[in-house]
């Protein structure tokens, strides 16, 4: 079997989605090579892309046709309306295609596939760039008319994705984001001059970082740090100008590792997510975790975490002190719950949704 897997989005800065692009496309590549198959890692990108996606494809066995395009959001949003011409002009005869975020390659043959991590641009198109509103609604659209499968980082996601797009449920399969080598209890950890909570998230409205800022006050606990990662975002920012709240901008994976292994407790306020990935990366680093009580972070908490209204500053904050108190047994709930996410395993669910669609 020839796999074609769209790599697009890791020209740009890893977030969530890009970790799981590369991370899944890790496993299928270790699944597939145990089976004889062949994947195929493409994108038609900008010189900028043209330099990093070779960097974050370092050490994936697989083969790359990264084309250089000027002006490539462009092309690749005009190849995906037009329709034309399709992707075996470029890559020669495949079995399968799997398309991620930016676009949604024609192609003449094989089976279809995408993934979908969420679907916070039709629920709460205020949360979005107009940008990836437009972007994103046409792939779901294209998505649910043209795909044989659809893989969904969490049940939640799939739920979802039948129930809003009309896709059938039982040809949505649920393939829960790994968790990278970094993120182990083993290891050095940040030693900061205050103990510190540590949230890790890109400065955007959905994050919620505002409501959490405010939660922090409250704990008016001098002794203590707020440590905030995650890289500039867009719409309204958290005020973090604030006594004992420190920005730390975008760190390294191991970087952000040894965070997560020095911090008294990690705190993940999102008001909606596909799952939250970095829940599970602080529970396999021996972080305990407060996490929004939404449903779409269920998967990843599992019984493991302390849950607290994300809109409400004051059960953020009487969680945190609940956190800090049952520290050892959140510890040792966490370490169990992460046993189950590996990339290879989800990989494997790849390899496994093409074969069975086809």
Known sequence: MKIAFDVSPLSHERTGVNNYIRGSLAGLAAAAAREGDEVVAFAPTSPAGRRAIPEALSGIPVEQRVGMLPFAHAWRT???????PPAERFLGAFDALHFTDWMYPPQRAGLRATTIHDLVPLHFPE???????????RKYENAAR???????????????????????RERIVVAHPGIGEEFTAGGGAVARERPYVLTVATLEPRKNLGTLVEAFALLADPELELAVVGGAGWGEQPQLDRPGVARLGRVSDAELA??????????????????????????????????????????????AAVRCDPESAEAIAAAIREALARRDDLRARGFEHVRQFSWARTGELFLEGYRRFS
């Open 78 to 84: 005009v190849w995906s309306r037009l329709g034309w």
């Open 127 to 137: 949360w979005v760039t107009p940008r990836t509103r437009a972007m994103h609604t």
């Open 146 to 168: 043209t795909c044989d499968v659809i893989f969904a980082n969490s049940a939640f996601t799939a739920d979802d994705v039948a129930a809003t797009l009309g896709f059938p």
């Open 258 to 303: 040894r965070l997560y292994r020095g911090a008294v407790a990690v705190v993940y306020p999102s008001r909606f997510e596909g799952f939250g990935m970095p829940i599970t990366e602080a529970m396999a680093c021996g972080a305990p975790v407060v996490a929004s009580s939404h449903p779409s972070l269920d998967e990843a908490c599992g019984d």
